[in-house]
């Protein structure tokens, strides 16, 4: 009897536990989708920002390289000096806070984008600059 029972209680945790992270999953949103990211750099980063190595700063840096640096550190562009003087070291986190409203996150920047105010846009988006960006 003991092992049945046993068994019985394993299944029913397996599937508890199953139904669990199911629903964390619903709350934390779909994982990140780096070609959404692609379509959203394009529409709304492009104009402003090149991501391939050797590519030209427009009227923001080339972002080649970035991730997992301080900010304000991309050679030949003129940064303002909020962000030279933010020490912000750019990697997923920092980017989800910044990309959802760069002016509040780093007060005196020159960087005019609103920001992305969908969790999913910013989760799509990073996954792209990551992939795109890496050196």
């Not at 019985?8 to 508890?16: H, K, Q, R, V, W």
């Not at 934390?28 to 402003?48: D, E, H, L, V």
């Not at 991309?74 to 990697?91: I, L, P, Q």
Request: glycine share 10%; with cysteine.
């Amino acid at each position: 009897a003991n092992c049945n029972s046993q068994t019985l209680n394993t299944n029913y945790s397996s599937s508890y536990y199953r139904r669990k992270e199911s629903n964390l999953q619903v709350k934390m949103g779909k994982g990140p989708n780096a070609k959404k990211g692609a379509k959203i750099f394009k529409t709304k980063c492009s104009q402003c920002h090149t991501v391939e190595e050797g590519g030209p700063h427009k009227q923001g840096p080339n972002l080649y390289g970035f991730f997992g640096r301080q900010s304000g550190q991309a050679d030949g562009y003129s940064y303002s000096s909020a962000n030279k003087k933010s020490g912000v070291m750019w990697g997923e986190d920092t980017l989800f806070e910044y990309l959802e409203n760069p002016k509040k996150y780093m007060k005196g920047t020159k960087m005019v984008f609103a920001g992305l105010k969908k969790p999913q846009d910013r989760k799509d988006l990073i996954a792209y600059l990551q992939k795109s960006c890496s050196a």
